[in-house]
């Protein structure tokens, strides 16, 4: 599998984050961003903890923290 770069993953992320609640659709392509980006924190180094890898995760992909949050993934 191909890792997507980041600055593909903004736009979805603006385009569908403010549709989420209404769009089934905007809500699969937010939720298949927070499983990446879940999957990217975790590859991170061992020794980080969780917070420190999900804030730097989400900053690589400009995605503020509590978009990410309070969509629920």
């Not at 392509?29 to 730097?56: D, F, H, P, W, Y």
């Amino acid at each position: 599998m191909t890792a997507i770069e980041p600055t593909r993953i903004r736009p979805l992320w603006a385009e569908h984050y403010p549709k989420w609640r209404q769009n089934s659709a905007s809500k699969d392509v937010c939720l298949t961003i927070s499983r990446t980006i879940k999957e990217q924190a975790a590859l991170l180094t061992a020794g980080s903890n969780c917070s420190v890898k999900m804030g730097v995760t989400l900053a690589s992909y400009n995605i503020p923290k509590d978009q990410f949050a309070e969509n629920g993934a």
